[in-house]
């Protein structure tokens, strides 16, 4: 599953599903949209974790979740629990995050 939010629901989702990755990103960011076909590449080859996009800016409550201090900040979230985090543009940096929970 690949999904944009389009309100802040973060915690929804993660209680929904045991394995979650999620992108904060936010409409200027010039990395967050380099970075989104490779996110969304990496959900269509995993259709068993949820993939999301969070705006870092709208979504104040999702953003508590990991700390995202600069963007983009990709998080890999199992049971609920953030398992880890990255700040990246390098689509080998986000694939490495997320074999932690595959």
């Not at 969304?40 to 104040?60: R, T």
Request: contains cysteine.
């Amino acid at each position: 599953m690949f999904l944009e939010l389009t309100e802040d629901s973060l915690n929804q989702y993660l209680s929904d599903n045991p394995k979650v990755m999620v992108q904060y990103a936010a409409s200027w960011c010039g990395n967050c949209r380099i970075m989104k076909p490779k996110f969304k590449k990496l959900a269509s080859e995993n259709e068993d974790v949820a993939f999301l996009i969070v705006d870092a800016e709208k979504f104040p409550e999702s953003r508590k979740f990991a700390k995202v201090d600069n963007l983009p900040t990709f998080a890999a979230f199992q049971n609920g629990a953030l398992v880890d985090q990255v700040q990246t543009n390098k689509a080998e940096v986000l694939t490495d995050l997320f074999a932690k929970i595959k």
